[in-house]
């Protein structure tokens, strides 16, 4: 294998600095997997050269590779044996230490000495990937850091002593690890390796033996097909042993053949033949031809230029021309250096500043989007929820990260060298120069002087004051020279590059690690565009629909007559028909919709049969699919869709714009029907009365009191003056109305007849509409109330929700007012009816909020506003009425008033969800085949510990605690924000700081507020005045608020109050009781009686056969 030696000049293949001391009997490499070995042992002692060999049995031969770490160009190549890395790899060692050896005396007289102990202490393994890095190791890394064994590649032997005895011999193994992470030349690792002992007196380690070897990196061919050698050879070897055939189909080309001479070069090999050839040892394994497609080995990444490291002095060690032009050049590019990072230190700094005002601007902007989505829900809030809330959230936080990375990074350490080190560069000339100058100055002066006239003692004294002058100005000269090689290309350079390449990582590692959070959140955006892009195709298909009407319009001779709406009515929320406003969907009606779908497609209305949406002309002319004229009239493209139409539908409803007079006259014809007198009234047709409403483009006021169409008839008016008139007669008065055309008039006489008949056969109205506690034209600002300034009148989007029948929250055209307002809400004679206006209010109430399941959802939470299954309820029971109170929408019907009712369908499971799973990962919730161990465990961690709420941001968010959230979203009356608030453990029972308010009041006051003033014009009666919910309030209420006792300093609403009396247990006048007006009759008293009793009865069946009622089907 190659010589020993204790000269390390010499490059022996094992260095042994003393064998008497320290010497290796034995090295064996093990591969424990394969059952292979190296033994290397010396051949004597004193050794002169050391061998390798495998164990007996193994014909393997040991590989030796040109070793490709050059020290010497013009030596020759030394060999380095060749280690396979297929697996681990152990190296046990075999020591010897024997006692030191005296000459004996040369005289009788002297004393014979025997042998010394030989000591070794801290026995140190150090290794590398070549000799130079060994020495940097000993050297270099032992004097700046004393703890050498906490360096990776350091492994500590031990202390040992031969104890008396001639020689002791000791193991020790060690398992190898690569020296570096990336491979060198040769496809391997080059390994040197050194056993150092530690000389206290020295301070400093001294090397034992050393020795060197090349471990190979594994074959992809091998990693691919690790026994594929195995399945034609029953011995243990793999592909590169030369007594392993190769398969023949992992050849792609027949093996290299070692050409003996350039004459046998015709090689006559059949094909059996090559397949047994083995393969030359000489080829590496690199050169081995793979078959296509084999991974190629990933290449290391190598700098392409090189970063600057210490080197050997470039200086000249005299002063003189050499080291003085050196000083020169230095010193003009510390001019260009110094213009340089003052403008890289002036452009970092307007970097920095102009993303600080970038992230700024942005947060700014997301507030205002913010602030535009309580107002504008429909345009802002899905983006914002979707994206800026979440995406923009994260690129954000990275681009602060970013500038904060700027300034501490970079801004700072170069400005430090900009002012310590560059512009100090002239001052430290100038004092260089000023030493030399007197120097040399003195230098002149001392060598001056006559020999003779200056005796011995001043001689002295001049000499050692010629070196104290020599060595200063050395020192001077070191210090400058030193300072001038640190700033161009040495310690500053290097710190300027180390800066730069921490800002780089910094930025690369944050980008990265915000690319993998916007990936996870990439979904979301991906749902919103693609809702996006429908919803463009679908006002693309309008304005289509728009330009071909527009055109008929101008084509048109005919008198004008509304484009009815399209097929879509009967698909839009019935609210939004009745105010007019068919373009926008408000905010609740987003959450309308299946809560494990898509949050923007506005829920689906069916409009029941026999019931007609119809609008005169002077309501923009939106008339009901079922209308007659439907099928007569051009409604665009897609009156090519198939589309379902109600041929005969009888009109329960119909609103419009009429002419009448001021009042209403008398039974004879009217008289002196001037054009003064008559004025525009928004007339609603519905519940079998005739409304009349004053100031329709302000807000809406009943001029006087409804029509009841039991008790009047309708017919054209006779000898009117005016066209297109008829008169509605009552037994009091006769009210004249004027239509636009005829068709209108005629419209509105059969409606009006169809109502009326409707109305005394008692008819039940399914279709009535309703309409959600969002954003009122009627409602002021819970500022103006607590400022008691007025408000300007707003017009939001109106929505409703269809089919329900539960009181409204707002005066909707059309609606009957209802003085409605009781403890109970009175759902005895239908038992289903609530469970059935939570399932159609929201598609996602069909399923049980925190499993999913679809069987038996009939069990609520009413101050988590949820909708669960009975598996569920019953754990929600278990937590406590703290956490969760559950009722039965089926059994505890008596529970239901109208503020609880109102609150499950505002909330409801899809929005529940988006506060307390804002962070789950969905494949952590439970199924519908859960365990209720499962369940527990996943319900409490859900509402107990609140795991899964967003917490507040605190870039993003504008209030930083619960209870600002929570007063903020109390005075908005937003009731989503709310129920945030709360999930985040806000006080119910909070105060606003500003006024001294309980929040209680601050919900009664933003549904209920009082009037502006006591003198009102026009007073509402009770039996004019609609049930006012209060969701808020109640939301706080089920969730821990108190009823303060002091009222407070700002006048409340009468239903306020009404409120507050019920929650104080009060009874309330029987005025103020809600109980449905009923209309006037003209039954008999026996027949009254017994509708009475048919009541009464009616009522206990309907109570005590609950068990028996027909299920609302599973969906």
Sequence with gaps: MGIVSSKPEEGPALYLRDQNRLSISSLVVTNPRKRTSVNFVPNAFPATRVSAQRPLGDTSPVEFVQDPDISNPTAPPNFLVKLSNDDELIFSFTFVMRQAQFAQPTTSSEPASGPIDTSISGLTYVYASNLKEVENLVTREFHADPNLHRNANVALVGDYTTGGSPSVSFEWTWKWKSPKPTEDKGGGWRNSCSFVEYDPRAHRLHTLASFSYFVAGTNPRDALYPSSAHAFSGTPASLSHPNSPSPPFLLASPPKIRVASSQSVDSRITAPDIIDEPVSPLIPPAEMPLTPGFPQAKETVKVDIACPKPNEESMVSDDGPVFRATLKALEQKTGNMRTQMKKVLKKAEHAHSCQSEANDAFTAFVDALREAAATNANAVQPALTHYFDKIAREILAYERQNTYNLQKIIIEPVTKLYQVDIKQAESKKRDFEEESKDYYAYVSRYLGQRQDSVKAKKLAEADSKYQNKRRNFELKRFDYSSFMQDLHGGRKEQEVLSHLTRFADAQTRGFMDAAKKIEFLLPQLEALSNEVQEADKEYQYQRREREEKRRLLEKSNTPYKEPEQTSTTSNMPIGSATNGNTGNTSDSDLGRADSTGSQLNAGSVNVPSGVELSRSPGSLGQTGVGSPAAASKFKGIRDLEERDSMSSAVTHRKEGLLWALNRPGGHVDPRNLNKQGWHKFWIVLDQGKLSEYSNWKQKLDLHIDPIDLRMASVREARNAERRFCFEVITPS???????????????????????????????????????????????????????????????????????????????????????????????????????????????????????????????????????????????????????????????????????????????????????????????????????????????????????????????????????????????????????????????????????????????????????????????????????????????????????????????????????????????????????????????????????????????????????????????
């Design 733 to 1115: 008065f006769k009210r004249v109305y004027q239509a636009t055309s005829e068709e209108d008039m005629n419209s509105w006489i059969t409606a009006i007849n169809n109502a009326l008949q409707s109305a005394m056969e008692g008819r039940s109205y399914q279709g009535k509409p309703t309409s959600s506690n969002g954003d009122s034209s009627l409602r002021r600002d819970i500022g103006s109330v607590l400022t008691g300034k007025t408000q300007s009148l707003s017009h939001g989007n109106h929505h409703s929700t269809a089919n329900t029948g539960i009181p409204s929250r707002r005066i909707t055209v059309g609606a009957r007012p209802s003085a409605v307002r009781t403890s109970s809400s009175g759902y005895d004679e239908n038992p289903d009816r609530v469970l059935q206006m939570v399932r159609d209010n929201d598609q996602g109430n069909l399923w049980c909020a925190d499993c999913g399941s679809g069987s038996k959802v009939e069990w609520v939470s009413i101050n988590l506003g949820i909708i669960l299954c009975i598996e569920c309820s019953g754990i929600h029971r278990s937590l406590g009425t703290h956490i969760s109170k559950v009722r039965s929408l089926t059994l505890d019907i008596k529970s239901f008033t109208i503020d609880i009712v109102e609150l499950l369908l505002l909330i409801g499971n899809r929005v529940s969800n988006m506060i307390w799973e804002a962070k789950l990962d969905q494949s952590l919730k439970p199924t519908a085949q859960a365990s209720r161990e499962q369940r527990l465990r996943f319900i409490t961690s859900k509402y107990v510990d609140r795991l899964f709420v967003e917490p507040i941001s605190p870039t993003l968010s504008r209030y930083g605690t619960a209870d600002e959230t929570l007063l903020a979203a109390i005075k908005k009356n937003e009731i989503q924000q709310v129920l945030y608030a709360l999930a985040l453990k806000a006080n119910p029972n909070t105060v606003d700081k500003m006024r001294g308010t309980h929040a209680v009041w601050l919900a009664l006051a933003a549904a209920d507020p009082a009037a502006p003033s006591p003198g009102t014009p026009h007073t509402v009666t009770d039996a004019e005045a609609k049930a006012v919910p209060f969701p808020v309030a109640e939301l706080l209420v089920q969730n821990g608020a108190e009823i303060p006792a002091t009222m407070p300093a700002f006048p409340l609403g009468r239903f306020a109050q009404i409120y507050i009396e019920q929650k104080r247990g009060r009874t309330v006048i029987e005025g103020s009781i809600d109980a449905v007006p009923s209309l006037p009759s003209n039954m008999s008293p026996a027949e009254r009686l017994q509708r009475e009793k048919e009541a009464r009865l009616q009522k206990r069946v309907s109570t005590g056969g609950r068990l028996a009622r027909s299920p609302i089907p599973e969906r």
